[in-house]
């Protein structure tokens, strides 16, 4: 099966913010080692308890130090940005690295409203903008005209070069797999986000509104989940403490830093936040490498998608190392 990463570099108590980008540096490495598919990182703002607010930098670092693996963005969220600027980030990046690059895009903020406007003072206008700006997008990416009539035909993005990247749609509802359907390209749902919540319908839209086109004559779709692997489940429990208190003070507008597990679970919960936590630990694939895959497994023949990609807050990054290294092994695509 193919399976991929997603990163996104979390901050962690006691721990400066830039050590959180340079082991998503160092993760992608990692990760190549062990025989994964793709190395995705996220775009967020203003957020302190998610720091990776740059996705094509950090591409361009891993790219640099990194051979195989599939490098992109999950994504780009292109309401903030000019797509003629975007094609041209990509452009380089492909030159970089050829034949290695995702464009994974997305239509919401990664933010909160009053930095959505400083990011870009048309946010309220530029959502709706979102097929026309992918569609110009996929045009000048590809080194291909702009639809007949555009102001901007003559604008060419460089460097060009024999290949381009590919171009996938992600999204937690309904929106981003129509788009996705229409322009015939490739689809991501965030499962971890929503916790499945939408996942199964956004996959039957996007299948049934399927445009073939040239480069993806068929449907191709993924999902992205929470996943934690140990050696025991007990372990594995005991590492999640600090994601799930992370959500639980997120639902009451609390963020910050992951705090170490032994602090996350000497947290004071009320009644229905400890009925959450036990949800959390219950529904969230966590448990021995063998344990997680098959739930990994499960969810991708049940949903009929094609690849699968994971993403994992850990307090301690060799925690963290080790669940890929217990999934990948649990795959068959890493030595036991």
């Known amino acids: 099966m ?20 340079r082991n998503t540096v160092a993760l992608a490495r990692h990760c190549e080692a062990l025989g ?12 302190p308890t998610i720091v990776g607010t740059a996705p094509e930098i950090v591409m361009a670092a891993v790219a640099a130090t990194t051979e195989r693996i599939r490098i992109g963005s999950a994504g780009i969220m292109l309401p903030h940005y000019s797509p003629f600027k975007v094609a041209e980030v990509f452009r380089v990046l492909d030159a970089l690295a050829p034949g290695r690059i995702d464009m994974g895009l997305g239509r919401a903020p990664g933010s909160d409203g009053r930095t959505a406007f400083a990011l870009n003072p048309a946010a309220n206008e530029r959502p709706e903008h979102f097929p026309a700006d992918v569609r110009d997008l996929m045009a000048w990416v590809r080194n291909e005209p702009l639809v007949q009539g555009h102001p901007f035909a003559p604008v060419k993005a460089y460097p060009n070069g024999p290949t381009s990247p590919e171009i996938w749609i992600l999204g937690s509802s309904d929106y981003g797999a129509q788009v996705a359907a229409l322009f015939g390209l490739p689809y991501c749902f965030a499962w971890f986000f929503s916790d499945g919540a939408g996942g199964e319908r956004a996959i039957e839209l996007y299948k049934k509104n399927y445009r073939p086109s040239a480069r993806h004559p068929q449907p191709h779709s993924a999902l992205c989940v929470w996943a934690l692997a140990a050696d025991s489940m007990e372990e594995a429990q005991y590492q999640l403490t600090p994601r799930a208190l992370s959500r639980i003070n997120r639902d009451k507008g609390l963020l910050g830093p992951l705090v170490a597990p032994e602090v996350a679970a000497a947290a004071a919960l009320a009644p229905h936040e400890q009925a959450k936590m036990e949800r959390l630990r219950k529904e969230t694939f966590v448990g021995t490498g063998p344990d997680v895959m098959a739930r990994i497994v499960e969810l991708k023949n049940r949903i009929g998608v094609d690849e699968m990609a994971v993403v994992t807050w850990t307090y301690d990054e060799a925690v963290r190392r080790k669940s890929y290294t217990l999934l990948a092994q649990a795959g068959g695509f890493a030595p036991a």
């Open 2 to 21: 193919r399976l991929s990463v997603l990163d996104q570099s979390i901050a962690v108590a006691g721990r400066p913010h830039e050590e959180s980008i």
């Open 36 to 47: 994964y598919d793709r190395f995705w990182v996220s775009e967020h703002h203003n957020h």
